[in-house]
Nanobody
Framework: QVQLVESGGGLVQPGGPLRLSCAAS????????MGWHRQAPGKQRELVAT???????NYADSVKGRFTISKNNTKNTVYLQMNSLKPEDTAVYYC?????????WGQGTQVTVSS
């Protein structure tokens, strides 16, 4: 059984940092494409960042230069370091793991950027 468990969300002031973690079980993050997506109220879920098995990364234009996706294969965990956060980054953030033909999702963690 595959489980992706996100943690690290919360309330942060504009300009502040936050680091999300995604602990995986039943799937090997070093062998899959792992990603972070987010969904703001009233909006569709959107891709934030991905990291391939080989470590290649890709980012949405809105977060380039501010967010960094990484992984620790030993801990089987994926991270999203978010810096210079903006109110428009407020959303539920979801971890996902792609192991064709299956695509797995975590339950999400709320990130709120507000003063």
């Amino acid at each position: 059984q595959v489980q992706l468990v996100e943690s690290g969300g919360g309330l942060v002031q504009p300009g502040g940092p936050l680091r999300l973690s995604c602990a995986a079980s039943g799937i090997i993050v070093g062998s899959c494409v792992m990603g972070w997506h987010r969904q703001a109220p009233g909006k569709q879920r959107e891709l934030v960042a991905t990291i391939t098995a080989g470590g290649n990364t890709n980012y949405a234009d809105s977060v380039k230069g501010r967010f960094t996706i990484s992984k620790n294969n030993t801990k089987n965990t994926v991270y999203l370091q978010m810096n210079s956060l903006k109110p428009e980054d407020t959303a539920v953030y979801y971890c996902n793991g792609l192991r064709p033909p299956d695509n797995y999702w975590g339950q999400g963690t709320q990130v709120t950027v507000s003063s």
